[in-house]
């Protein structure tokens, strides 16, 4: 089955850019949605094929894909982006949804 | 304003059957493919199943096929998972998501949790 592989934690300073990467064979050719959730709270989409923006998300955030990665950067990273942030795409060969394990955002 | 209230988890024994419903309001329900999916204490998210906007299409994660049932009634804007067979690894709490497309979801309800009783 396919996989997603995030780095479990990423730091970074308020003010600074934080970036949050997603690995997967071949995921240039998928549509690769992030989601975001804070403890307690049920996930929220912050960026959907590859990188739109649903309304109600600052521009600060953003993504990107380049050969088998793609990226979630949030720009002028602020104590209240503190979360967890997932990776998910559709599995072409079985129609099923797959989720990265998840990285945990600090904000220092 | 799209609202998304799940309801029906509970305490349950292994082996035991439970069902559970997802409210829907604030866009046209039977216009989009609804999803559930779900989260395990301390761990991350776990796709369970979808099922398109007429209910004619569903998918199953390997884990549940079988033991889980995905349904809708579109006149009453609710979306449902009938779990049986429940095992103590099925533990969880259980999102419904709606669609923009049954592949990922939008719109998130805040969540129903399934424990065991031993």
């Known amino acids: 089955s396919y996989v997603l592989t995030q780095p479990p934690s990423v730091s970074e300073a308020p003010g600074r850019t934080a970036r949050i990467t997603c690995g997967g064979n071949?995921?240039?050719?998928?549509?690769v949605h992030w989601y975001q959730q804070k403890p307690g709270q049920a996930p929220v989409l912050v960026i959907y094929?590859?990188?739109a923006r649903p309304s109600g998300i600052p521009e600060r955030f953003s993504g990107s894909k380049s050969g088998n990665t793609a990226t979630l950067t949030i720009n002028r990273v602020e104590a209240g982006d503190e979360a967890d942030y997932y990776c998910?795409?559709?599995?072409?060969?079985?129609?099923?949804?797959?989720f990265g394990g998840g990285t945990k955002l600090t904000v220092l | 304003e799209v609202q998304l209230v799940e309801s029906g988890g509970g305490l349950v024994q292994p082996g035991g059957s439970l069902r559970l419903s997802c409210a829907a309001s604030?866009?046209?329900?039977?216009?989009?493919?609804m999803s559930w999916v779900r989260q395990a204490p301390g761990k991350g998210l776990e796709w369970v199943s979808s099922?398109?906007?007429?209910?004619?299409?569903?998918y199953y994660a390997d884990s549940v096929k079988g033991r889980f049932t995905i349904s809708r009634d579109n006149s009453k804007n609710t979306l449902y998972l009938q779990m049986t067979g429940l095992r103590v690894d099925d533990t969880a709490v259980y999102y419904c998501?709606?669609?923009?497309?049954?592949?990922?979801?939008?719109?998130w309800g805040q969540g129903t949790l399934v424990t065991f009783s031993s």
């Open positions: 071949n995921v240039g050719d998928k549509s």
């Open positions: 998501a709606k669609g923009p497309s049954i592949f990922f979801g939008d719109y």
């Open positions: 998910q795409v559709r599995d072409s060969s079985s129609d099923h949804w797959v």
């Open positions: 099922i398109s906007g007429d209910g004619y299409i569903t």
């Open positions: 604030g866009f046209t329900f039977s216009s989009y493919a």
């Open positions: 094929y590859d990188s």
